[in-house]
């Protein structure tokens, strides 16, 4: 039962070219960079990503994706990454974009056994039309676009109307990381952290989560615990100056009003 691998390049030591992977994190909040980084030295490529961002540039999956090591991203939100746009309108990656509670909602219906599902959020757009670039020729026309999806009434709620159905995704491996976590592989995550950690690690077959935090089987409540240890196949502790490399996203500064000297700006980020 005990989980623990001495280190992320262990952890990662099996998988291969081509794989898929469900990533946590939600922008830079809860990002599994030690393990990210630990895949991108094993200097393997030709992934598949399910996140719901691929990072920025420089740090995160941005990281794989500069490296080339990426040729297909599932995401709900492209922005914040020059180097993903220049991939993606370059034609060098897939890009297949889906909103976000669908995403959502997708990765857990994978961990959950649920192979599709109806949702009329998309329905009579360009998410359920088809049309939309999945990847683009070196000359900016379309090579693959999107297909049309499924789309049938329901008359749920009291008011007839169309729903699109949607697939839901199960990856080779799963990449997540808690604040809290035990031997066992139970989990426990921070505010937007669990955003989209828990569902990336129920997506996947094998899922690999680095916690800042190692405690003892049974010293996490079972309230406390967002993610069972079910669904996590190996843990990885982080050391303090690991768990400690959290960017800023984006950083503004103010002063702050007062009516005598002026004091230092306020740094204020995301």
């Given at each position: 039962m005990d989980k623990t691998y001495a280190s992320a390049a262990d952890a990662v030591a099996d998988i291969p070219?081509?794989?898929?992977?469900?990533?946590?994190?939600?922008?830079?909040?809860?990002?599994?960079?030690v393990t990210i980084?630990?895949?991108?030295?094993?200097?393997?490529?030709?992934?598949?990503?399910?996140?719901?961002?691929?990072?920025?540039?420089g740090w995160g999956l941005g990281e794989l994706?500069?490296?080339?090591?990426?040729?297909?991203?599932?995401?709900?939100?492209?922005?914040?990454?020059?180097?993903?746009?220049?991939?993606?309108?370059?034609?060098?990656?897939?890009?297949?974009?889906?909103?976000?509670?669908?995403?959502?909602e997708?990765?857990?219906?994978?961990?959950?056994?649920?192979?599709?599902f109806y949702t009329a959020t998309g329905?009579?757009?360009?998410?359920?039309?088809g049309g939309m670039p999945i990847?683009?020729?070196?000359?900016?026309?379309?090579?693959?676009?999107?297909?049309?999806?499924?789309?049938?009434?329901f008359d749920v709620f009291g008011t007839p109307r169309e729903y699109v159905l949607e697939t839901a995704i199960r990856t080779d491996y799963g990449l997540v990381r808690a604040a809290v976590g035990d031997r066992h592989g139970n989990l426990r995550?921070?505010?937007?952290?669990?955003?989209?950690?828990?569902?990336?690690?129920?997506?996947?077959?094998?899922?690999?989560?680095?916690?800042?935090?190692?405690?003892?089987?049974g010293e996490l409540g079972p309230d406390d615990i967002h993610l069972p240890g079910i669904y996590v196949d190996r843990i990885v502790a982080l050391t303090p100056e690991q768990a400690a490399d959290l960017p800023i996203e984006?950083?503004?500064?103010?002063?702050?009003?007062?009516?005598d000297d002026a004091e230092p700006a306020v740094r204020e980020g995301n």
């Open positions: 070219e081509g794989a898929s992977l469900a990533v946590g994190g939600f922008g830079l909040s809860g990002v599994p960079i980084r630990a895949l991108l030295a094993r200097g393997i490529g030709g992934l598949t990503v399910v996140s719901n961002n691929c990072g920025v540039d994706l500069a490296a080339g090591r990426i040729d297909r991203v599932i995401a709900s939100y492209i922005g914040e990454n020059k180097e993903f746009a220049r991939q993606y309108l370059g034609g060098e990656v897939e890009v297949e974009l889906t909103p976000q509670g669908t995403l959502a997708r990765l857990r219906a994978g961990g959950a056994g649920i192979p599709a329905a009579g757009t360009a998410v359920s039309d990847r683009y020729a070196p000359d900016g026309t379309v090579a693959v676009a999107s297909e049309p999806k499924e789309l049938r009434p995550f921070e505010k937007s952290t669990r955003n989209f950690n828990p569902l990336a690690g129920m997506a996947g077959r094998i899922t690999i989560a680095e916690v800042d935090e190692l405690v003892e089987p984006k950083v503004t500064e103010r002063r702050r009003e007062q009516s």
